[in-house]
């Protein structure tokens, strides 16, 4: 007897075979936009003008309405609008600064002008370059017999100064530059020897790699102290991201371990701390007496800090509304009226930074105008998102918002607070940039001696110190600063222990 054969039922299988390609599809635009496309996420609302087309047709009120405080750009428009010209007044050639060292070369004209009143001089200045000079510093210590007893003398000489490595063939400004090379400007040792080599001088790799690991060995002390006025603040940001490590255990292989990011804008102080995997043991180990507001992205490991006692967990504006922009090729329409709405609440956050508003003014302006919008955001995607496929990407847009809505609004409680992550994720764009260069990390304890000196020398960025400078003075002075003093020595105390000398 004939087994019953169950009726193939077309549209059922039409409908999964369509929502298979819409899903296959949307895989293959992110994949072509990780490697061929743009990575800002900027979205232009259709009610609203380019604000790269240029508008011919300016009336006076127009002018006038124009929030515009560069008094060059307000003049042109006039002009413009007066006169019908359509080009920019040149600012003039760039200034170089004052402190620049000046050669001055006097050039007179072909003919005899000592018999010529000089009536005026025209200065041009243009910007060279010397490299780098390279010199060897020459401690001579004369050696003095003096005479201790009738029959005993003793020989007297002068100490060498103290310095981080003793009996090192480095100086503290070499050594200093170095360090920026690689940890600032991303340029990996290797490429350093090429640069000293064409300067006549040679150094070994194992030279140079022992050099920065001995530094990097005594900042410890520093790193511990940093981490400790990080975590002292009560409003954070965290993230993390990927960095190769070369490890004995896998010959031929790399391991991923992961940088977790911790920022405190307000303090504008940034952590760094290195973890072989993206467990939660790495944040639990760091925030375990953390107390204030943390504010991350929807990474499932934090959602065990919402249960602490003293810590309020906030997410982030910009991964809601990155959802939106991954699924546009999805469902335009719907992502192009979420993306408008969430346009609204930057628009008010701009709005706050122009006007330079007190943090309670903040609170205020965003308790009067984000609010209502972000109800309204609320009840358009609970409207909306029965409507969709939980599946597709509209689907977990809505999904991925709704699920942690609460979290997503708590920044307007707070002026300090920020809309988004977006601070210690630009913190991680730099961290990107030198990955690339140098590839991977040779050991988890390089790795680890990396996150001390990041977290350093993007602190002084944050703080607007010059980071050469910072480093150079840490290295002169530390061998022989009192213990008990060393946190004045830290990016965000540093200015000020120059002062008080």
Not at 142 to 168: D, H, W
Not at 369 to 395: F, R
């Amino acid at each position: 007897m004939e087994a019953d054969v169950q009726p193939i039922n077309y549209k059922v299988l039409y409908e999964q075979l369509q929502f298979d390609m819409a899903a296959l599809k949307l895989q293959f635009d992110q994949l072509k936009k990780m490697i061929f496309g743009s990575k800002h996420e900027r979205f232009v609302p259709a009610d609203r003008k380019n604000p790269l087309q240029l508008t011919l047709d300016l009336d006076t009120e127009t002018i006038e309405q124009c929030n515009i405080t560069d008094a060059t750009k307000v003049e042109y428009i006039r002009t413009k609008t007066q006169v019908g010209e359509n080009k920019m007044p040149h600012p003039g050639r760039m200034k170089f600064p004052e402190h620049l060292r000046r050669e001055v070369i006097i050039l007179q004209p072909d003919c005899d002008v000592s018999n010529l009143k000089k009536i005026g001089e025209e200065v041009t200045e243009v910007l060279d370059l010397i490299p780098a000079d390279l010199y060897v510093k020459q401690f001579i210590r004369p050696k003095y017999a003096m005479p201790v007893s009738e029959t005993n003398t003793t020989i007297l000489t002068a100490s060498l100064p103290s310095r981080m490595i003793e009996k090192g063939m480095v100086g503290e400004g070499l050594l200093a530059q170095i360090i920026i090379d690689k940890y600032v400007d991303h340029l990996p040792l290797h490429r350093q020897l090429q640069r000293f080599k064409r300067a006549g001088v040679t150094i070994a790799q194992s030279t140079i790699n022992g050099w920065v690991k001995l530094t990097l060995d005594q900042f410890l002390i520093l790193y511990e102290l940093h981490k400790s006025q990080v975590l002292a603040c009560n409003y954070i940001h965290a993230d993390e991201t990927t960095i190769k490590v070369l490890d004995k255990d896998k010959p031929g292989a790399t391991h991923k371990g992961y940088y977790w990011f911790y920022q405190s804008s307000l303090e504008k102080l940034v952590l760094l701390d290195y973890r072989q995997g993206r467990s939660r043991e790495g944040p639990d180990d760091i925030l375990q007496d953390f107390i204030g507001f943390l504010q991350v992205d929807g990474y499932v490991t934090y959602e065990a800090f919402e249960k602490r006692e003293g810590i309020t967990v906030l997410n982030c504006m910009t991964h809601a509304r990155r959802k939106f922009i991954e699924a546009f090729g999805n469902d335009k329409p719907r992502c192009e009226q979420a993306l408008t709405l969430f346009q609204k609440l930057y628009d008010i956050e701009r709005k706050a930074k122009e006007k330079q508003l007190s943090y309670a003014d903040i609170k205020a302006l965003r308790q009067k105008e984000a609010t209502p919008i972000l109800e309204e955001i609320n009840k358009w995607m609970l409207a909306e998102y029965p409507k969709v496929l939980p599946a597709s990407a509209i689907g977990k847009a809505f999904a991925y918002s709704l699920t942690r809505w609460k979290k997503l609004c708590i920044y307007t409680t707070d002026g300090r607070l920020c809309i988004d992550n977006n601070p210690v994720e630009n913190a991680l764009r730099r961290l990107a940039i030198g990955r690339k260069n140098y590839l991977f990390a040779g050991s988890h304890e390089a790795a680890q001696r990396a996150a001390m000196i990041y977290s350093l020398l993007a602190t002084c960025r944050l703080q607007d110190i010059n980071p050469y400078e910072w480093l150079k003075d840490v290295l002169i002075r530390m061998p022989d600063y009192d213990v008990k003093k060393l946190a004045e020595l830290l990016p965000q105390n540093w200015k000020n222990s120059k002062m008080d000398e």
